[in-house]
């Protein structure tokens, strides 16, 4: 298939300046100096707030000085991933696109679409003097993707539009107007390591290659989470010969579904070669299992250097723990006409074992706030029965849907006259920082919607390039009559 051109231009054009800027979650200093500067050089009042978000105001074209102010808002941070074979330096390296037919990719890492072009669309219209709308106020939030800490350090009166349009959601034609609350449990083993009894065979497992994806919107997919299938061979193993472990890492982000995973474990060595065989037969069964979804697996068993292990007592209980810890989704919604939609879920995000501790952190979602409590109150006992400590965050609030809302209203009407066809009008499993802007502006109108994107939080991350003509077409028209 060729490839076809970029348009709109001037996004695109703001896209590619944004991805040669490092900006991973926490350490978004370089962006927020970009912004600034941006603001600042074509005379738009430019604010920055103590915890890093920006604002940018424009005032309203000729004739729309009385309309309505309009927020439009993204975040500036993006999921850092990579494959595993590739080097690439976040905090330095610009992104590398490339167009394969349709869809715009990066090589071997995140695109950082996510929430790139949604910025890149705001800067557009920035910098546009061709484009009719009332007053706007183009908020850039931090750190979205790690806990939502910059919508929530953000403080009411920063932004002060009546209607909020967030542009984070990656669905062309879907309309998004509430999304999940989440919350974060981390689990801490203490120990001291120990040499190894004599006697023993020490072998590593690895597994990559896995689909991944985003823990809320793809939890819902049959794809394999790889600390849990590690998990799976390490407890069979443990029940039928006794292990001792040496170290367990897989998974890196909190919000991503493991991609990959490894372990170093011993086993006595009079069995090593039942193990393998088991091995072989668990590879076996896994790849049945997860044929539609997981088509390019990597295992690996074999031997390695003798090392220190785990206490056999901590040892045992993590590995118990981890086979016995919720993941996946909990549950459906209740209400018929969204009982397509996942309310609960959990997903075991990161194991990592140093030579006194091993982490482990689980994302906890849901679209009610009771439910949230009772899953991560769940994940939180697993845990503790285990023998670790476990800590869990405040976590962020659900967004509730709003009946009345004219801008909902709008944006569907747009849409319809725009594309002679219905949008969906929907809640999503993730969370969206509407969630918070909720809690603190009670009485903001907000929706949320942006081009197709698909595996987000992966280095398969890929835009649609059409559907960003279509969002921008369509977000320009809500300006114009709102």
């Not at 029965?385 to 709008?410: C, F, H, I």
């Amino acid at each position: 298939m060729a490839n076809i051109e970029l348009k709109p231009a001037r996004v695109f054009e703001q896209f590619a300046k944004i991805n040669a800027i490092p900006r991973p979650s926490k350490r978004e200093e370089k962006m927020i100096a970009y912004l600034k500067e941006f603001g600042e050089s074509r005379g738009l009042e430019t604010k920055v707030d103590e915890t890093g978000n920006v604002l940018i105001k424009k005032a309203a074209t000729a004739g729309f000085e009385n309309r309505p102010t309009v927020i439009l808002q993204s975040h500036m941070d993006m999921v850092c991933e990579k494959l595993v074979d590739i080097d690439f330096d976040f905090d330095n390296d610009p992104i590398q696109t490339y167009v394969d037919g349709e869809w715009l990719k990066a090589k071997g890492t995140t695109l950082g679409a996510d929430d790139g072009i949604g910025c890149a669309i705001e800067l557009a219209i920035l910098d546009s003097d061709d484009i009719e709308h009332g007053p706007l106020e183009c908020v850039f939030t931090r750190d979205e993707e790690t806990g939502l800490t910059g919508a929530e350090g953000m403080k009411a009166g920063f932004m002060t539009g009546d209607m909020l349009i967030n542009l984070d959601s990656e669905d062309e034609g879907q309309i998004f107007v509430s999304c999940a609350g989440g919350r974060n449990t981390t689990a801490t083993f203490t120990f001291e390591k120990e040499e190894a009894p004599a006697g023993l065979f020490f072998m590593k497992a690895t597994l990559k290659g896995l689909v991944g994806g985003h823990s809320g919107d793809d939890i819902n997919k049959k794809r394999a989470n790889a600390i849990k299938v590690m998990a799976r061979f390490l407890y069979q193993v443990q029940e039928k010969y006794g292990v001792r472990l040496a170290s367990f890492n897989g998974g890196k982000l909190h919000n991503a579904i493991p991609r990959d995973c490894a372990m170093t474990f011993a086993v006595d060595a009079a069995v090593k070669e039942n193990v393998k065989a088991d091995w072989n037969i668990f590879v076996s069964e896994i790849e049945e299992e997860y044929h539609v979804t997981e088509k390019t697996m990597e295992f690996a068993l074999g031997s390695t250097d003798a090392e220190c292990v785990l206490p056999q007592n901590v040892s045992t209980r993590m590995i118990q723990a981890l086979q016995a810890v919720d993941n996946g989704v909990f549950a459906m919604c209740q209400d018929e006409e969204i009982a397509w939609l996942v309310e609960t879920s959990n997903n075991v995000a990161s194991v990592t074992t140093t030579d006194r501790q091993v982490v482990v952190v689980a994302s906890q979602r849901s679209n009610v706030m009771s439910a949230l409590d009772n899953q991560a109150a769940t994940i939180k006992a697993v845990f503790q029965l285990a023998g670790a400590d476990v800590v869990q965050g405040e976590g962020y609030p659900a967004w509730k849907m709003r009946a009345d809302s004219k801008l909902t209203a709008l944006t569907v009407e747009t849409y319809k006259a725009l594309f002679h066809k219905d949008p969906k009008v929907l809640g999503i499993h993730a969370g969206l920082e509407c969630g918070l802007f909720s809690e603190k502006y009670p009485n903001l109108d907000m929706v949320s919607f942006g081009p197709t994107l698909r595996g987000v939080h992966s280095p398969d991350e890929r835009l649609l390039i059409p559907t960003v003509q279509m969002v921008w077409d369509h977000l320009l028209e809500i300006l114009k009559k709102v």
